[in-house]
């Protein structure tokens, strides 16, 4: 392939140039640009070895840092040398992108007239920045020694055999008590205007015993939050929107949503719930901290709670006088977004927004290849942690909306939500409406052609007029299973 070759010397020689342009700039500005030299060299070795999966991002990354340095130069007087900066550390950027595509190509469904310019290599190079921020802080990954994480997926694999979950994963979701007296406050927020905070005490318990105590032990995500914009005149048909993984920031969620314009142009009422561990449920001070990159059995439980608030929420609106409820999520959200689909019979649609469906696929993929081979010397591997997180694998589910209620976003270029993921779902749902947008996992090009697709899904499916939903199917139990 002549792009690693050309990116290797592109970055090469970028190197020496910064060094160059450094060293005659002063001690101070000799010293920062050496550093940048430095990671540009690294990105360089790293081209040369393009055929390794986090190979793109650590060139993209090299490319930032020379943009940096550009910008310091131009800053600082540097003229029309600096404008040679900017235009080197561009390339590289441009060729990091180029290398992810040639390993994993735009999808093959996208129409060839799509956006395939700058705009798509940005798009492609913030997604592989964002992968390179979860490998520098651990967002993605299994913790633990190898020895105590492969003890732990196997017993987990094996209680989920002998309860039949491998084949009836639906069985560990047992339906929760109704809520009934939820607290309401009246709040304004940027993105969403005037609406209602709702706030109800979970009172989930993980089934694992191993994970109780400690998944129960972070107290802020005991309480379940759901901001809510309903119309004055009385209860609309409603659409519960999930975020993605470290979200769970209401004006941003609001923002991802278009939680405004789905409330005024669709006239639908809009409930933005928090995921477990995220937003006001968090850990810590990072969003999402403990429900990926952590205990395998903490990621079950964050999964199972889910859906057990979510049943909670929905039959509140339901009892509210809501007509129909439907669900969208987008990426850790459209993975939730689709299992709850193969719980609740009752939705009137389900829209997995750049869904992660294979999430085992993922994790696994994101380890480091010596992290990897230590786990796999202990006994684990990908078909095991599949097997350990059954219970909310959405490919495992049989989908219980009714195939016209089912519509898939794909975004063609994602790194993250890779198109195989949006693929093994279109076809598991039976081949439902799908629409492929041309950007990535965080910058959707071609926003508008989805956002007509998706509000004309939504009039249709939440018209109280034309849709019919069947009623749910009675649980296989009110309670929560044995640990």
Known sequence: ????????????????????VSL????????????????????????SRSERAK????????????????????????????????????????????????????????????????????????DELLLLSWDANGRIGLAGSAAW???RLHDAA????ERGWLAEPERAHPLPPALEKPSLSRVTLRGLGAAEHLQFESEY????????????????????HAWLRRHADGPRPTLVCLHGYTGGRIGIDARTFAALGLHRELGLDVALFALPLHGPRSLGRRSGQGFLGGDPLWTNAACGQTVWDLRRLTGWLRAQGAPLVGIQGASLGGYLTALYASLDGRLACAVPRIPAVKLAQIVWSELAPDRRRTLESAGASEALLEEAWASHAPLRHRPKVVHEGRMIIGGAADRVCTPDHTRALYEHWGQPEVHWFPGSHLVPLGRRAAKLRLDRFLRQRLDPTLASVPPAPPPLSRFRSPG
């Open 1 to 20: 392939m002549v792009q690693p070759r050309f990116a290797f010397w592109l970055l090469l020689g970028t190197a020496v140039w910064v060094a160059g």
């Open 24 to 47: 005659a700039s002063g001690w101070l500005a000799g010293v920062l640009g050496l550093a940048v030299a430095g990671s540009l060299g690294f990105g360089a070795a790293n081209a």
């Open 55 to 126: 190979a793109p991002r650590r060139v993209v990354l090299a490319g930032v840092a020379a943009l940096a340095f550009a910008l310091g130069h131009l800053l600082f007087g540097g003229g029309a040398w600096g404008l040679v900066s900017l235009g080197l550390a561009l390339a590289v950027i441009h060729a990091g992108a180029r290398l992810s595509l040639e390993r994993m190509p735009v999808a093959r469904e996208l129409p060839p007239r799509s956006p395939r310019g700058a705009g798509l290599t940005a798009a492609v190079a913030a």
């Open 149 to 151: 994480l492969a003890g």
């Open 158 to 161: 094996e209680r989920n055999r």
């Open 205 to 224: 318990e993980p089934v694992e015993s191993e994970a109780r105590e400690s998944f129960l032990a972070v107290r802020p995500n005991r309480t379940a």
